[in-house]
């Protein structure tokens, strides 16, 4: 349910066919619980050394497996446009039974503006396997 900044009213979804909405896949359920944690940008023009260390240094702060927000570490190394930052990743999860490519994620990406004022037609999805 997307509610409205400011305003505290549900936003109306567009009219369509639920058609337009069946997934192929049912995922299992799980409880979740959102928790803060440190995740460190990968900027593009690293040298190899700087980008192992910065590996390094995501593994050691334990990025999860599933993000909200932040800054998430890409399977192929391949973030986004410079003017993106990332909404959700979800990473291959059997128990959850999601599962594609050969250890696969979905990134969804948008502009800071977009994702704030809740334009989520603009948001694109990235995917990225190993």
């Known amino acids: 349910m997307h509610v409205l900044p400011d305003t505290g009213r549900s936003a109306t979804p567009p009219q369509e066919s639920s058609e337009d909405r069946v997934v192929p896949v049912e995922l299992n359920e799980r409880r979740v619980r959102f928790e803060p944690v440190l995740t460190v940008p990968f900027p593009r023009d690293l040298e190899h050394e700087q980008a192992m260390a910065l590996s390094e240094l995501s593994y050691e702060l334990r990025t999860p497996?599933?993000?909200l927000l932040g800054h998430p570490v890409y399977v192929?190394?391949?973030?986004?446009?410079?003017?993106?930052?990332s909404l959700l990743q979800l990473n291959w999860d059997e128990p959850l039974g999601?599962?594609?490519?050969?250890?696969?994620?979905?990134?969804?990406?948008?502009?800071?503006?977009?994702i704030r004022g809740g334009h989520w037609e603009r948001i694109t999805a990235q995917t990225d396997d190993s």
């Open 65 to 67: 497996q599933h993000l």
């Open 76 to 85: 192929q190394d391949n973030p986004p446009e410079d003017n993106q930052i």
């Open 98 to 114: 999601l599962t594609f490519g050969d250890g696969g994620q979905i990134t969804l990406h948008g502009a800071p503006d977009d």
